[in-house]
C-alpha cells in the first residue's frame, strides 16, 4: 500500500500551462507504473499518461504533444506537466500508482480551464 498526494491544480486560462504532482509516501523506483487519469463532471474516469518502471510513457490521443508525464525517484514524486490547456481538459486529475496487482489512488486535484 502506498498514499499519494496531489498538488498543482488550479484556474488557468486556455493556452496555459499547470504542473502536478503526486509524491508518494515510499520509494516509487519498484513501482510497476505510476500514471495519471481524470473524471469531468459525468463522464468514465480516463488515462491521461503513465510511465513504466522503465520509463516507457504512454499517452491518450487528446492530450499527445501538449503533455509530459516524467518521474524523480529519489523524490518519490511524478509530474505531469500540462501545456497548451483547453477548456475540455478540465477535470479533477487522479494520481495512481500500479504495484502488482493493485493499483493505489491519490484523493484527485480539481483542475479548471476557463476559454
Known amino acids: 500500500q502506498v498514499q499519494l498526494v496531489e498538488s498543482g491544480g488550479g484556474l488557468v486560462q486556455a493556452g496555459g500551462s499547470l504542473r502536478l504532482s503526486c509524491a508518494a509516501s515510499r520509494s516509487i523506483f519498484s513501482f510497476n507504473s505510476m500514471g495519471w487519469y481524470r473524471q469531468a463532471p459525468g463522464k468514465p474516469r480516463e488515462l491521461v499518461a503513465d510511465?513504466?518502471?522503465?520509463?516507457?510513457?504512454n499517452y491518450a490521443d487528446s492530450v499527445k504533444g501538449r503533455f509530459t508525464i516524467s518521474r524523480d525517484n529519489p523524490k518519490n514524486t511524478v509530474y505531469l506537466q500540462m501545456n497548451s490547456l483547453k477548456p475540455e481538459d478540465t477535470a479533477v486529475y487522479y494520481c495512481n500508482a500500479f504495484i502488482s496487482p493493485s493499483h493505489s489512488w491519490g484523493q484527485g486535484t480539481q483542475v479548471t480551464v476557463s476559454s
Open positions: 510511465i513504466t518502471r522503465g520509463g516507457i510513457t
